[in-house]
């Protein structure tokens, strides 16, 4: 048959000559290759000195993002959890009072808001629904813990810190 | 008299069982780092500055785990077992000479445990032992592997003893003597070595100390892919923690052996022409064995992550038909030169 692509490599098998049967030269080759190995730099990240950078869309931990008076976005619409396939979030709303014009943007609030990191997939629908632009995902990664309570993240570990809008624009 | 003699070797006793502790236990350390540096990755560096804690860490670990002793097993065998290993690999270091005599005042002190006239045959008996302890281990596991793993390692060690001892006799043929410190006092300097006299010799005895000391590319008696763990496959803890030992303290006193045999021992280059005194050539002699003694255990290691692992038929093939033959070439080919030089060139 002839060939079709000249891609066939016909093996030699012959019989080991002196050198190759003593192995001696082929242990030293790998010997050079191991003590090469030895010296060149290495490949290991050293968690948590260093970190792999996140690519650009990566969806991690969501924040509850403010408005440039730092006032807090979310007004407790629901279609966050609405949308959510896991049904990961939860939340009681409030109504603002008198005082409270410069905690949160419109008359209703967010009072407890809480999102099951263990339920959570990370998919981004909860940002693509939210009307008010208040929730991104756009944290690290969900770190381990040791309680399964440990893994029901309030408003304290969401809403994003006050920032001063002045210095970053 | 008496009595200053008694302390004195009691405290050479002691300081050379600690350091052969010491060092054995980061080996461990060293094995762990040096074989991730050579896969392209850190060791083991949590636990302390480079992971210098580590040994520490396995020791605390192997205290607090649980002694199993399985139901079948006999009892007193299954402890005697690694007991025999450890203390075998513990005696085979006093006979080896670790410097020249250091003088403290008036006093003499020979950096040596015990000077025997017959101290290689000494340093066989007790390799020879320590297939005891392997043995016995492997049988009071009352488990058919273990049994596999131990007649194994029993067979690939004495069929490796002989190559040893006959890679020896070429050697004490250019010596002349069984004692060891004898024959690093003949090879004061550099070019007095044995290794330039007997560099055959020198690779037989490196291949079957390989072998002694159950490392690879001789490991099979205990490497885990094929035996699931060999011998020590029912311990735990440390009795578990006895045989490993047992093994990094072999390949310690294997390292040290050869340096002495075929390297120079506590000899270096110049060391009489850099006019020092008396202890400052006896500390540096103990610096350089110990240079010497680390950087075998470095090839060790070397070897470990570049040789695969030889099948059993192919370790017995090696044993008999290769280096049995080849270092009785060695005596003959020592005794013709030997014969050559003293009628020609005396």
Same mark, same amino acid.
């Given at each position: 048959m002839e060939s079709i692509s000249n891609r066939k490599k016909v093996l030699d098998q012959k019989p080991m000559n002196f050198w190759e049967r003593m192995y001696i030269p082929s242990i030293l080759k790998g010997m050079g290759i191991t003590i090469r190995h030895f010296f060149k730099p290495k490949v290991s990240v050293k968690y948590p000195e260093e970190e792999r950078p996140y690519s650009k869309n990566f969806r991690g931990l969501h924040s509850l993002k403010r408005d440039e008076e730092g006032r807090e976005r979310c007004t407790a619409c629901g279609l966050c959890a609405l949308s959510c396939p896991a049904e990961a979030i939860s939340m009681i709303s409030a109504e603002r009072k008198k005082g409270e014009e410069h905690l949160y943007r419109e008359e209703k609030y967010a009072a407890v808001y809480e999102i099951n990191m263990l339920r959570c997939i990370f998919c981004g629908l909860c940002e693509e629904a939210c009307p008010k632009e208040a929730i991104f995902l756009d944290g690290k990664h969900a770190t381990a813990d040791y309680l399964r309570k440990d893994f029901i993240f309030g408003k304290d570990k969401l809403v994003e810190p006050k920032f001063d809008y002045k210095e970053t624009h | 008299m008496e009595l200053d003699l008694i302390m004195e070797k009691s405290l050479l006793v002691i300081v050379v069982? &600690?350091?052969?502790? !010491?060092?054995?236990? *980061? /080996?461990? +350390?060293?094995?762990?780092?040096? !074989?991730?540096? =050579?896969?392209?990755? *850190?060791?083991?560096?949590?636990? %302390?500055?480079? #992971?210098?804690?580590?040994?520490?860490?396995?020791? #605390?670990?192997?205290?607090?785990?649980?002694?199993?002793?399985?139901? #079948?097993?006999?009892?007193? +065998?299954?402890?005697?077992?690694?007991?025999?290993? =450890?203390?075998?690999?513990?005696?085979?270091?006093? &006979?080896?000479?670790? @410097?020249?005599?250091? &003088?403290?005042?008036?006093?003499?002190?020979?950096?040596? &445990?015990?000077?025997?006239?017959? @101290?290689?045959? *000494?340093?066989? @008996?007790?390799? !020879?032992?320590?297939? *005891? @302890?392997? =043995?016995? %281990? #492997?049988?009071?596991?009352?488990?058919?592997?273990?049994?596999? %793993?131990?007649?194994?390692? !029993?067979?690939?060690?004495? /069929?490796?003893?002989? %190559?040893?001892?006959? /890679?020896?006799?070429?050697?004490? =043929?250019?010596?002349?003597? +069984? /004692? +060891?410190?004898?024959?690093?006092?003949?090879?004061?300097?550099?070019?007095?070595?044995?290794?330039?006299?007997?560099?055959?010799?020198?690779l037989i005895f490196l291949v079957c100390a390989f072998a002694e000391c159950n490392r690879v590319p001789f490991d099979l008696p205990e490497c885990e892919t094929e035996l699931v763990g060999g011998y020590n496959v029912e311990y735990s803890s440390m009795k578990l923690a006895f045989f490993m030992f047992a093994e990094y303290i072999n390949m310690f006193v294997s390292s040290a052996l050869m340096a002495t045999l075929y390297f120079g021992g506590y000899n270096f280059p110049f060391m009489y022409d850099l006019g020092l005194s008396q202890n400052w050539i006896t500390i540096l002699g103990v610096i350089a064995l110990f240079i010497k003694i680390f950087g075998f255990i470095f090839f060790f290691m070397w070897i470990r992550w570049t040789v695969p692992r030889f099948r059993y038929d192919q370790l017995m093939n090696l044993g008999w038909k290769v280096l049995i033959p080849l270092a009785i070439a060695n005596i003959v080919l020592t005794g013709i030169v030997t014969i050559i030089k003293d009628t020609y060139f005396s």
């Open positions: - | 069982f &600690v350091i052969t502790l !010491a060092i054995a236990a *980061y /080996s461990t +350390l060293a094995e762990r780092k040096i !074989a991730g540096f =050579m896969q392209d990755r *850190y060791g083991p560096d949590r636990a %302390g500055p480079f #992971g210098l804690l580590q040994p520490l860490a396995d020791g #605390g670990k192997f205290f607090f785990k649980e002694e199993i002793i399985p139901a #079948g097993a006999h009892k007193v +065998l299954f402890i005697a077992g690694p007991t025999i290993a =450890m203390i075998t690999a513990c005696i085979s270091s006093a &006979v080896i000479p670790w @410097g020249q005599d250091l &003088v403290i005042g008036d006093r003499v002190i020979s950096l040596q &445990v015990a000077d025997i006239n017959v @101290g290689i045959l *000494y340093m066989f @008996g007790v390799i !020879a032992l320590g297939v *005891y @302890g392997v =043995m016995i %281990g #492997g049988w009071a596991s009352n488990n058919k592997f273990s049994l596999m %793993g131990t007649v194994r390692a !029993a067979s690939q060690s004495i /069929s490796y003893e002989i %190559g040893m001892g006959l /890679s020896i006799i070429a050697l004490l =043929m250019v010596t002349g003597s +069984l /004692s +060891l410190k004898d024959i690093v006092e003949q090879q004061s300097g550099f070019v007095n070595w044995n290794i330039w006299v007997q560099p055959l010799g020198f």
